[in-house]
Every structure is written in C-alpha cells, then in structure tokens.
C-alpha cells in the first residue's frame, strides 16, 4: 500500500488505495444508530400539520386586518404577504385566490362569535336571565370586535355574494336560532313571552342596536355629541338595549280592533 503524498497544488491524495463499491455506498449512507446521534438528522420526521395550520391561522388573523380596513376592493394580498414576511404563492397555496381568502376571513369572524355563544350556557339559565346573557354578550362582542363588523359592512356592499358562496357559514349561523328557539319555547310555557316573535327576528332585534351603536358610532357620535368610549354611556346603552328587548318580548299587546278604538277620531270599520 502506498503512502500518501501531496501533488503539485499541495492536495492530499491516496494513489492507489480504492475501496469497492459496494463498501462505498454502505460508508455513505449513516446507519440509523448513526442517523439518531446527529443532531442535523432527526430519527424521526415529525408531522407537518400543526405547521401547516399555525401558518394558516397567522395568515387569516393579518389578512382580517387588511380587509377589515381596506374592504374586498381596495386589500392588496401583496401587503398581507410583505406582513406576513411571505409569498403571494404561499398564501394561494393556501387559500386558492383573493376571494378564497376574503371567504375564509368571514367564515373565521363568524365562527369567532358563533363559538363563544356556545360558551355561555343558555339553557341553564331562566328564559329572562337567559334573554339578558344573550343580550350582553352580543353587546360586549360587538363593542369588542369593530372589526367583525366592519367585514359583515363590507360584505353588504357587496350585497353579501360572497357570503352566499359559503354553505360553511349557513350552517355555522343555525346554532344561535336554535339556541334563541329553545328560550322562547320555555319562556311561552312559562307564560313570560309572547307567541308571535320568532327567533330570526329576536336575532335581528337583538342584534340591530349592538351592530349600529358600532357602525355608527363616528358619524352618530359627531352628529349628536356622544362618546361611546366613555363607560358610562356604554353601560347606559348597554341596560337601554337589554331592557327593550326584554319589554319587546313580554310585552302584552292589544288586539288590531282594540287598537285602533284607542286612537281618538278614528273610527272602526266592520
């Protein structure tokens, strides 16, 4: 066996010494006992999911951003990648196109407000008591998340196409009815409510002041002088609402007929 010698370039080299290949490829190729000691190779590949998805939510928490500020029209899916130290091609990936994700934003702001009523335990509550917790939960999201409602705004001006596209989000949206139903129902057996107010319109009725105390806050409040920011008057808004819808919904109307016999002047046609 020869020695080794450096060559003219001063480059250590074996002249005559091979090994076969055969040897070669198993020295190549570290064993598993070798594989587990290297730090830079791991035994084992660990699942990529929860990467996966902990990169989708990030982007959909900077994309609500963009479009909560910049509606559907004027977010650029450039600026949600610059923030999010990302591609466009990676966000497509993920969501297909623009729309893909301005759906996913909405079907993520409703499902946000549809999960935390699920928190809060209607049904052990008395039909009153559970009228109130509904009420001020759907004040104190609303008051908390301008956000989501200026995305469902958005998503008015764009007379709510996208949001029919979504089967996803019908469904989400059935849960608070459902809830609203079964506290109407016990609250007509009681006798505590009346019978001709569904839970879509209780919803609606509900909803309607929480969402326009939001929306309108800076042309309401600057028109008429008001601070919704000042405690106070959010918590005066706050016992206003709870308390009309409570009044709505055990109100005891009078018939059409005795109604308008009520009215001086006007008289009753048979």
Same mark, same amino acid.
């Given at each position: 066996?020869?020695?080794?010698?450096?060559?003219?370039e /001063?480059?250590?080299?074996?002249l005559?010494?091979?090994?076969?290949?055969?040897?070669v490829?198993?020295a190549?190729v570290p064993?598993?006992a070798?594989?587990g000691?290297?730090p830079?190779v791991?035994?084992e590949?660990?699942?990529r999911?929860p990467?996966a998805?902990r990169?989708r939510?990030d982007?959909l928490?900077?994309?609500?951003r963009?479009?909560a500020?910049? /509606?559907?029209s004027?977010?650029r899916v450039?600026?949600i990648?610059?923030?999010m130290?990302?591609?466009?091609r %990676?966000?497509?990936y993920?969501?297909?196109?623009k729309?893909?994700?301005?759906?996913a934003?909405?079907?993520?702001a409703?499902g946000g407000?549809?999960e935390a =009523?699920q928190?809060?335990?209607l049904?052990?509550?008395?039909?009153?008591?559970?009228?109130?917790?509904?009420?001020d939960f759907t004040f104190d999201?609303?008051?908390?998340?301008p956000?989501?409602?200026?995305?469902?705004?958005i998503?008015?001006i764009?007379?709510?196409?996208?949001?029919?596209q979504?089967e996803?989000?019908?469904?989400l949206?059935?849960?608070i009815i459902?809830?609203l139903?079964?506290?109407?129902s016990r609250?007509?057996e009681?006798?505590?409510f009346?019978?001709?107010i569904?839970?879509? =319109?209780l919803?609606? %009725? %509900?909803?309607?002041?929480?969402?326009?105390r939001v929306s309108?806050?800076h042309t309401?409040?600057?028109?008429?002088?008001q601070?919704?920011?000042?405690? =106070?008057?959010r %918590?005066?808004?706050?016992?206003?609402i709870?308390?009309?819808?409570?009044?709505?919904?055990?109100?005891t109307?009078?018939?059409p007929?005795s109604?308008?016999a009520s009215v001086?002047g006007?008289?009753?046609?048979?």
């Amino acid at each position: 066996m020869r020695q080794p010698h450096h060559d003219q370039e /001063g480059t250590l080299s074996v002249l005559s010494t091979k090994l076969p290949t055969k040897r070669v490829a198993e020295a190549a190729v570290p064993s598993p006992a070798a594989r587990g000691r290297t730090p830079n190779v791991p035994a084992e590949v660990p699942s990529r999911k929860p990467d996966a998805e902990r990169t989708r939510q990030d982007i959909l928490a900077v994309a609500r951003r963009e479009f909560a500020e910049h /509606g559907l029209s004027g977010a650029r899916v450039d600026a949600i990648a610059a923030r999010m130290r990302t591609t466009k091609r %990676m966000i497509y990936y993920y969501f297909g196109s623009k729309q893909g994700l301005y759906l996913a934003v909405l079907e993520q702001a409703y499902g946000g407000i549809r999960e935390a =009523e699920q928190t809060l335990q209607l049904d052990k509550l008395s039909p009153v008591n559970a009228i109130r917790a509904i009420c001020d939960f759907t004040f104190d999201y609303h008051d908390a998340h301008p956000d989501f409602v200026r995305l469902v705004c958005i998503e008015n001006i764009h007379h709510g196409h996208n949001l029919a596209q979504s089967e996803a989000l019908r469904n989400l949206n059935s849960t608070i009815i459902a809830s609203l139903d079964a506290i109407l129902s016990r609250g007509r057996e009681a006798g505590l409510f009346r019978p001709d107010i569904s839970a879509v =319109e209780l919803h609606m %009725m %509900m909803s309607a002041p929480c969402f326009y105390r939001v929306s309108n806050r800076h042309t309401f409040g600057t028109l008429f002088r008001q601070d919704f920011d000042i405690e =106070e008057t959010r %918590m005066r808004h706050k016992h206003l609402i709870v308390d009309a819808i409570l009044g709505l919904l055990t109100a005891t109307l009078p018939s059409p007929e005795s109604a308008a016999a009520s009215v001086p002047g006007r008289a009753r046609h048979r």
